[in-house]
């Protein structure tokens, strides 16, 4: 079975720090990890990652997957107090005939409060 | 096209009552999901259609729970005989599959109390 663990659960910093939240997974036929953003309502998209050691960024945020330990990280710079949100981390994977199930299968979230 | 929607945003009811819920994918894409959230945990697969055929469902669907993807348009999920561990945040999402997976859209969720 499919499995996605998080790390940390939560976290707790001041605005403009910076934080690394940590996404490892076990997944049959692995074909990409995804992060989202959840705000107390409908999870929305940051990255989707396929290729091993290829930084995507978008602004103050940035995430790298590491197929051979199993891991993605995603860092926030400077922080902002809307940065707090739950993000997710998920990852998707091939089914028969090597074609996306798009089934995703998520970790826990990990709980960014950011103070001002 | 705005996004995924879903209707309603809340839904308390009565143990033992039935509610539907609706969702409205975007458009073009060509694959709809339903998952399941409950309060500090990431969302849970509960099934998938692509057009109308309801490809695979989670062992989390019991016999109460049935969705249907008429025309392959929007999507209904029902609950039968509700429980008060169906109380959770139930989210559609859709995406494109084909030529490859691009990132899934989720709506607002309907957020189920059952009392």
């Known amino acids: 079975e499919d499995k996605v663990v998080q790390s940390p659960l939560s976290l707790v910093v001041h605005e403009g720090d910076t934080v690394t939240l940590n996404c490892s997974y076990e997944v049959t036929n692995f074909r990409s990890l995804l992060w989202y953003k959840q705000e107390k309502k409908a999870p929305t998209f940051l990255f989707m990652l396929t290729s091993s050691g290829i930084e995507k960024k978008s602004g103050r945020l940035s995430s790298i997957l590491d197929k051979k330990e199993l891991f993605s990280i995603l860092n926030i710079t400077a922080t902002q107090t809307g940065d707090s949100a739950v993000y997710l981390c998920a990852v998707d994977s091939l089914g028969p005939g090597g074609t996306s199930y798009g089934k995703l299968t998520f970790g826990q979230g990990t709980i960014l409060t950011v103070h001002p | 096209d705005t996004g995924v929607s879903q209707d309603p945003r809340h839904k308390i009811t009565k143990r033992g009552q039935n509610v539907t819920f609706r969702c409205d994918p975007i458009s073009e894409h060509n694959r709809l999901y339903w998952y399941r959230q409950t309060l500090g945990q990431g969302p849970e697969f509960l099934t998938y259609?692509?057009?109308?055929?309801?490809?695979?469902k989670s062992r989390l669907l019991s016999d109460r729970f049935s969705a249907e993807r008429p025309k392959g348009s929007f999507s209904t999920l029902e609950i039968q005989r509700t429980e008060q561990g169906d109380s959770a945040m139930y989210l559609c999402a859709s995406s494109f599959v084909y030529p490859v997976f691009t990132e899934a859209f989720f709506g607002q969720g309907t957020r189920l109390t059952v009392v």
């Open positions: 259609f692509q057009n109308e055929a309801q490809l695979e």
